[in-house]
């Protein structure tokens, strides 16, 4: 399975935009890159996925790399309620391993008033 | 709309003892999973479910037992609890969606502590 890399955590001020970096370099063709995040004692909410271009929804945009070995998860204006651990998932869609969905250790985003 | 319903929310277990952890989802998700998650870690996928009838292991299955009987439950069965086994369990549902899933649905979460 391909692996992500992400760092431990980051921090950010409320109103200000984050970027949270995701490192793929050994990302297939049939990949597509989802990301969740986990607020304090709750469980995982979905943000955005893509494939090759990038998105964007009510919560976030997703910028891909041309060569996809990397993405960017951007929050455009960080509130606190943004403060969660956000995970960087390389979904298989094809292959004996489609529908799968594991989570690495992610990223702690703090968000300071 | 309840989405995923796990049950119970809490549970305490003695060594050996054996329950089940309850899942059921309404939105006619062909997948499912279950996790669980130790403090301060991130989660590790134990089963996951493409469909009624179809089982595969995940990361971390040793200890654990699912079945999936029908689309909307998929119950995970824990035989001899050890204390390695306390942890938050997660259940969540999927279905498949442009050559990917759609986003999942992940339920409240069981704590679960063996004692």
């Known amino acids: 399975d391909a692996k992500t890399t992400q760092p431990n955590s980051m921090e950010s001020n409320e109103e200000e935009p984050v970027h949270l970096p995701c490192n793929h370099s050994?990302?297939?063709?049939?990949?597509?890159i989802h990301w969740y995040r986990q607020l304090p004692s709750q469980g995982p909410e979905y943000v955005i996925h893509?494939?090759?271009s990038n998105v964007n929804n009510r919560m976030a945009s997703l910028a891909i790399a041309e060569d996809r070995k990397s993405s960017t998860l951007i929050l455009h204006r960080a509130t606190l309620r943004d403060a969660a651990v956000y995970y960087c998932?390389?979904?298989?869609?094809?292959?004996?391993?489609?529908?799968?969905?594991?989570f690495g250790q992610g990223t702690i985003l703090t968000v300071h008033p | 709309n309840a989405g995923v319903t796990q049950t119970p929310k809490f549970r305490i277990l003695k060594i050996g003892q054996s329950m089940t952890l309850q899942c059921t989802q309404d939105?006619?998700?062909?997948?499912m999973y279950w996790y669980r998650q130790d403090p301060g870690m991130g989660l590790k996928l134990i089963y996951y479910?493409?469909?009624?009838?179809?089982?595969d292991k995940g990361e971390v299955p040793n200890g654990y037992n699912v079945s999936r009987s029908t689309t909307e439950d998929f119950p995970l069965r824990l035989e001899l609890a050890a204390p390695s086994q306390t942890s938050v369990y997660f259940c969540?549902?999927?279905?498949?969606?442009?050559?990917?899933?759609?986003?999942?649905?992940f339920g409240q979460g069981t704590r679960l502590t063996v004692v």
């Open positions: 969540a549902s999927s279905r498949p969606g442009a050559g990917s899933i759609t986003e999942a649905f």
């Open positions: 050994t990302i297939s063709g049939t990949d597509y």
């Open positions: 893509g494939l090759t």
């Open positions: 998932i390389l979904i298989d869609a094809g292959g004996t391993s489609y529908g799968k969905l594991t």
């Open positions: 939105m006619n998700h062909n997948y």
């Open positions: 479910s493409v469909g009624a009838g179809i089982t």
